[in-house]
Nanobody, 125 residues
Framework: QVQLEESGGRLVEAGGSLRLSCAAS????????MGWFRQAPGKEREFVAA????????YYADSVKGRFTISRDNAKNTLYLQMNSLKPEDTAVYYC??????????????????WGQGTQVTVSS
């Protein structure tokens, strides 16, 4: 049974940093393409970052480039999202995602077949 469990979300001041974790069960983070999406209140779910399982390439939304970093710890079977220089517009529920097939793209919700329950990140002004 595949499970993705996000944690680490909390209230943080603008300019601060936060690291989100995604603990995986039923799959290994080293063998699947994984990433992060987020959804702000009243907004559509949007792509944040991804890591391919072939080649290890990483991809980021323009809005987070230079501030966020996606990484993994194979020993702990955990995916991370390090978020620095946080802005109020980063406030959202963040979701960990994984896929077992390559779709040719990486920034659409339909590219992924496993989703976590989400963790709330709130950035205050």
């Amino acid at each position: 049974q595949v499970q993705l469990e996000e944690s680490g979300g909390r209230l943080v001041e603008a300019g601060g940093s936060l690291r989100l974790s995604c603990a995986a069960s039923g799959l290994t983070v080293s063998s699947f393409g994984m990433g992060w999406f987020r959804q702000a209140p009243g907004k559509e779910r949007e792509f944040v970052a991804a890591r391919s399982w072939i080649g290890g390439s990483t991809y980021y939304a323009d809005s987070v480039k230079g501030r966020f970093t996606i990484s993994r710890d194979n020993a702990k079977n955990t995916l991370y999202l390090q978020m620095n220089s946080l802005k109020p517009e980063d406030t959202a529920v963040y979701y960990c995602v994984a896929r077992t097939r390559y779709s040719g793209t990486y920034a659409y919700t339909g590219d992924y077949n496993y989703w976590g329950q989400g963790t709330q990140v709130t950035v205050s002004s």
